[in-house]
């Protein structure tokens, strides 16, 4: 039986630290985030869908998804986004589900499925523990500011458009906080993965 961990978060609460870290101890991860990329592929079907519900605007002159033309178009606006997610989550859960199984039929012990939105998209049924990493609501703002080069109010939109951090660490089984450095947080995940999986 492959032991399922969840982890999630908000935005830019430390989730690809955590998961980083987990991948240099060798376990296996399957990351929402790179799914999403993974379905929207050039010449997908999921592209096809888009292209069609949110037009030529959305598409790069490559062929590709205009990542950041999307990102600008849905979170600025909530109907926009239920209209992406309508088409996307489906296509990610079918995804994410096969890559968990192709995990167990190879056995392993444990794998982890790193996803921002595992309580938003009722994931926990596919996780046996959940581990919210958490940040305080200014720390996460700066750091959302800063890494994607965002004005205060376009980093509050993409912030509101998940459930509140705090609600999310209710729900925890295991809270890691990574309001300090990231040595401070790997070490809580060490101590943390020493004491569960060992
Ligand atoms: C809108 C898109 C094109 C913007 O792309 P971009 O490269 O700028 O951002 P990226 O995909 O790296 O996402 C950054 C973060 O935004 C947040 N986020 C992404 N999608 C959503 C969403 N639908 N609702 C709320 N938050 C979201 C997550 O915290 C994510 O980690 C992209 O986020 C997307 O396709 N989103 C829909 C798919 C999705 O739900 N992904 C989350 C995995 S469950
Ligand atoms: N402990 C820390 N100290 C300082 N900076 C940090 C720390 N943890 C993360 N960061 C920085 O904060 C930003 C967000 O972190 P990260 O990308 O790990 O978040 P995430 O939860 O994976 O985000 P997303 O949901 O958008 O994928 C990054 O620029 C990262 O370098």
Redesign the pocket.
């Known amino acids: 039986m492959t032991k399922i961990i969840g982890i999630t978060g908000?935005?830019?609460s430390g989730?690809s630290l955590v998961s980083h870290y987990l991948e240099t101890q060798g376990y296996p991860i399957v990351d929402?985030?790179v799914?999403?990329?993974e379905v929207?592929a050039k010449d997908s079907a999921g592209l096809k869908r888009i292209e069609e519900e949110f037009g030529q605007t959305v598409i790069d002159a490559d062929g590709q998804?205009a990542?950041?033309r999307?990102?600008q178009i849905?979170?600025a606006d909530h109907g926009q986004?239920r209209r992406?997610?309508a088409i996307?989550?489906p296509l990610?859960r079918e995804r994410i589900i096969s890559h968990l199984n192709a995990l167990r039929e190879q056995g392993a012990k444990v794998a982890f499925l790193v996803?921002?939105?595992l309580f938003?998209?009722s994931y926990q049924s596919l996780c046996d523990e959940i581990v919210v990493v958490y940040v305080s609501p200014q720390t996460q703002l700066q750091r959302l500011m800063q890494r994607?080069q965002l004005t205060q109010s376009a980093a509050q939109e993409?912030i509101n458009?998940?459930w509140p951090l705090k609600q999310k660490v209710q729900q925890a089984d295991i809270i890691i906080n990574n309001d300090e450095g990231p040595d401070q947080t790997r070490e809580q995940v060490a101590a943390w993965l020493k004491r569960t999986i060992a």
């Open positions: 908000g935005i830019a989730k929402a985030d799914v999403a990329r929207v998804l990542r950041k999307l990102g849905v979170f986004l992406l997610n996307m989550q990610i996803a921002p939105l938003e998209q994607d993409r458009a998940q």
